[in-house]
């Protein structure tokens, strides 16, 4: 198995330092076949780690998501303005599980009543150090559709969305929802809940 001890970093060069922070880095690494590659130059987007949490209301079958307007979206055929579960970043010397909570209560203004965590994994290796931590949520869904949430001071607009679970799988198959947070959280839900033959259409 190929690590960390494989990878020499021949420089690495920050080259912006705004709402995100790239790098410019060149390197050689170790080849499957034997030996070591030319010198490799990539752009990194250090992003950090943040967390999603998947919301269920457990009595009216129902997820929440949020809905608000995404700049990597920009360009989408359909609408900047995504569907996703809440997520944040986490800050240094913050807790995961904390960080959800919070932006739980930011976003949608309730927070869930229990955590837990189903995994970890990176959103886009190719260009981003991103990672996401995904919970699930257990969340009394009651008068949250269409309350209208966000810190001003982060320029957030959101939208809270109460919707049936299975319509909301259905969504990540017809494109209405298309954040990869989102759709992974919701087949992971549709599996616990074992709709996956009624919501999956080959």
Not at 84 to 99: I, L, R, S, T
Request: charged content about 30%.
């Amino acid at each position: 198995m190929l690590t960390h001890e494989n990878v020499k970093i021949l420089s690495r060069k920050l080259v912006t330092t705004g709402f995100l922070k790239i790098f410019k880095i060149e390197l050689t690494h170790s080849l499957f076949a034997g030996g070591e590659s030319s010198m490799v130059r990539r752009e990194l987007m250090e992003r950090g780690q943040a967390v999603a949490v998947v919301l269920f209301d457990e009595l009216r079958k129902k997820v929440v998501l949020v809905e608000q307007f995404r700049i990597g979206a920009l360009e989408d055929p359909l609408s900047p303005w995504l569907l996703e579960f809440p997520a944040g970043v986490v800050k240094e010397g913050e807790k995961d599980e904390e960080v959800a909570l919070r932006e739980c209560e930011e976003e949608i203004g309730r927070k869930p009543t229990a955590l837990y965590r189903i995994t970890n994994c990176y959103l886009s290796p190719g260009g981003s150090s991103e990672r996401i931590t995904i919970f699930y949520g257990l969340i009394d869904s009651h008068g949250l559709d269409n309350t209208i949430k966000g810190l001003e001071c982060e320029h957030e607009d959101i939208r809270v969305r109460v919707l049936d679970v299975d319509e909301a799988v259905k969504m990540t198959q017809d494109g209405r929802i298309r954040n990869a947070s989102t759709t992974l959280g919701l087949f992971w839900l549709a599996n616990k809940l074992g709709l996956t033959s009624e919501v999956f259409v080959p």
